[in-house]
């Protein structure tokens, strides 16, 4: 069985940086694509950014390019999320997911996914 377990929310300042971690056990994180997904109170779970196994691929979600960057080490079973330049309208909580698929794919639907972790609460202060 696949879990996924994110680290690395918290409170910071508008403009302040955080980094997500999910790391992956039960399977290699090589054999999935992953992705990162957030919620805001009272919404939809919403795309965010994914990479694809090899993280030789990334596609982000439009408001969150040129700020945020995924990234993955499978030899540490783990992917990241690099958040710059940080906005209040980024809190939420965020998600990371797994799903098998191709070498060189990126998933961005949330309903394609298998595996999901519990959720990081990111907030950003005004």
């Known amino acids: 069985q696949v879990q996924l377990v994110e680290s690395g929310g918290g409170l910071v300042q508008t403009g302040g940086s955080l980094t997500l971690t999910c790391t992956v056990s039960?399977?290699?994180?090589?054999?999935?694509?992953m992705g990162w997904f957030r919620q805001f109170p009272g919404k939809e779970r919403e795309f965010v950014s994914a990479i694809s196994r090899a993280g030789t691929r990334r596609d982000y979600f439009e408001s969150v390019k040129g700020r945020f960057t995924i990234s993955r080490d499978n030899d540490k079973n783990s992917v990241y999320l690099q958040m710059n330049s940080l906005k209040p309208e980024d809190t939420a909580v965020y998600y990371c997911?797994?799903?098998?698929?191709?070498?060189?794919?990126?998933?961005?639907?949330?309903?394609?996914?298998?595996?999901w972790g519990q959720g990081t609460q990111v907030t950003i202060s005004s």
């Open positions: 039960g399977r290699p994180s090589s054999d999935y694509a």
């Open positions: 997911a797994a799903v098998g698929t191709v070498t060189g794919h990126v998933v961005t639907e949330e309903y394609r996914y298998t595996y």
